[in-house]
């Protein structure tokens, strides 16, 4: 369970994740030591999973995002777990989450464009070891992006 100061850690990292230790403790009302053993700790206990640069993937040629719902044959735990090993090795595959519903899951995807689009749906998501039936939905404008807890959580 986090307290408090775990909380202020977690969101001085949210707010500057490339903080130094000294900014972190001065921002939360604490010295340098106690900090970066409490940080040690978060890290160690797996709250902070590590650090990462946010990069813009339209600035990197990904202008396409899609949400791919996708719908297996069957949902045995082969077919399930070959799927699952699969989209592990697709690196234009961001996201990928087993949702309830009508469909079994549910992919974020990035591309360039939308001619990208179509060759990847047929070449390699098609082919996905039990797919049943997918369906795509293409993202034309981001509202809000929050790829972390909200601050002060």
Do not use: W
């Amino acid at each position: 369970m986090l307290d408090a100061t775990d909380r202020k850690i977690v969101t001085a990292l949210i707010e500057d994740g490339r903080a130094s230790v000294e900014t972190i403790a001065d921002r939360i009302g604490l010295s340098a030591t106690p900090t970066r053993r409490r940080l040690r700790r978060l890290e160690e206990t797996g709250v902070i999973g590590g650090y990462q640069a946010a990069i813009d993937p339209e600035k990197c040629d990904l202008d396409l995002a899609v949400y791919v719902f996708v719908k297996l044959q069957s949902r045995d735990r082969k077919t399930i777990a070959e799927f699952e090993s699969r989209i592990m090795d697709l690196p234009e595959v961001l996201r990928c989450d087993l949702i309830t519903g009508a469909h079994d899951y549910i992919l974020t995807v990035r591309l360039p464009g939308m001619k990208d689009y179509n060759r990847y749906l047929r070449d390699i998501l098609a082919e996905l070891p039990g797919v049943f039936g997918i369906e795509t939905s293409v993202v034309i404008g981001e509202v809000k992006n929050t790829p972390h807890l909200p601050l002060g959580f």
